[in-house]
């Protein structure tokens, strides 16, 4: 399947280079995609315009065995001024959200053993985030997320925001926990 966003990022030449690489595939970013529920409505509604994200896509590098888990992603995003907290510079709550929702994807590629993504029942339980480099708006980065460790229902994720010249910008740690059906039994009750 084709992704809308390619061509726009092949028309970026240092976007285009990591494109080039043929070992990347891309994979839709799934919480960009509306969904029945409020799930994913502000990465989906609220930052998908011409001013806040105007364009996104994500690549991995496929595993050698369907069994193992990828763990890297990199997410492309275009960023518009709609979401700036200074001048011509990107909120720093919206790089800790490009990060956990990065990280988030990471885990989505990811399936478990029913073939249900990690995401499904796996919430953010701790994000760090440390600012390096003000993220100029408009313009393009480069969020990658890195899985470090998984132990039981956890998972210790890493993540980089990187500008056009591929300079780290933002660096983050995360926690996240497989929460093994409480939240849709919390939904089902009207509590989430």
């Known amino acids: 399947m084709e992704e809308p966003d390619l061509a726009h990022f092949t028309s970026i030449p240092w976007c285009s280079a990591i494109l080039s690489n043929p070992a990347y595939k891309t994979t839709p970013t799934f919480s960009r995609h509306p969904k029945p529920t409020?799930?994913?409505?502000?990465?989906?509604?609220?930052?998908?315009?011409?001013?806040?994200i105007s364009h996104c896509l994500s690549l991995y590098v496929p595993p050698a065995s369907p069994e193992t888990f990828v763990s890297e992603i990199i997410t492309l995003l275009t960023l518009g001024a709609?979401?700036?907290?200074?001048?011509?510079?990107?909120?720093?709550?919206?790089?800790?959200?490009?990060?956990?929702?990065v990280m988030g994807t990471l885990l989505t590629v990811n399936k478990d053993r029913g073939g249900v993504p990690l995401t499904q029942g796996t919430v953010t339980a701790s994000?760090?985030?440390?600012?390096?480099?003000?993220?100029?708006t408009p313009g393009t980065v480069?969020?990658?997320?890195?899985?470090?460790?998984?132990?039981?229902?956890?998972?210790?994720?890493?993540?980089?925001?990187?500008?056009?010249?591929?300079?780290?910008?933002?660096?983050?740690?995360?926690?996240w926990v497989r929460v093994d059906g409480k939240v849709e039994k919390e939904k089902e009750k009207g509590r989430l």
Do not use: Q
């Open 82 to 101: 709609g979401m700036n907290g200074g001048v011509d510079m990107l909120h720093g709550g919206i790089i800790a959200t490009l990060l956990d929702d």
């Open 38 to 52: 409020t799930e994913d409505s502000l990465i989906a509604v609220s930052l998908s315009s011409p001013s806040t």
């Open 142 to 175: 480069a969020v990658w997320a890195r899985c470090r460790r998984r132990e039981g229902r956890r998972f210790w994720l890493e993540g980089e925001v990187r500008d056009a010249e591929g300079m780290a910008v933002a660096r983050g740690e995360a926690v």
């Open 127 to 136: 994000l760090s985030v440390r600012y390096l480099k003000g993220v100029r």
